[in-house]
């Protein structure tokens, strides 16, 4: 059984930070791809970021120069760093990991999600 926690989502005016966490536990034996996504009312979920085993990093054109993605991979976590952030930021922010299991399984997981929400 993987499980992925997230934390840090919350209300903040127009402007200000945030940082989200997600912290992966049980039998895994590594962990590729990690991302975030984030799914704003009446809209489909996109992607935020996603970050590569070596670091290399992607991210939407909307939040490109004010997100930041990174990771831990001695605590199994991604962060989300989210600065200047804006009304249209406000969302539920869902972490996502692609990792293989200690029985060599290969396995894609989400996270419960967190919300965002950016007042104006």
């Known amino acids: 059984q993987v499980q992925l926690v997230e934390s840090g989502g919350g209300l903040v005016q127009a402007g200000g930070s945030l940082r989200l966490s997600c912290a992966a536990s049980g039998s895994i034996l590594s962990i590729n791809t990690m991302g975030w996504y984030r799914q704003a009312p009446g809209k489909e979920r996109g992607l935020v970021a996603r970050?590569?085993?070596?670091?290399?990093?992607n991210y939407a054109a909307s939040v490109k120069g004010r997100f930041t993605i990174s990771r831990d991979n001695a605590k199994n976590t991604v962060y989300l760093q989210m600065n200047s952030l804006k009304a249209d930021d406000t969302a539920v922010y869902y972490c996502?990991?692609?990792?293989?299991?200690?029985?060599?399984?290969?396995?894609?997981?989400w996270g419960q999600g967190t919300l965002v929400t950016v007042s104006s």
């Open positions: 970050i590569m085993p070596g670091g290399n990093t």
């Open positions: 996502k990991m692609n990792l293989v299991k200690r029985d060599y399984s290969a396995l894609e997981v």
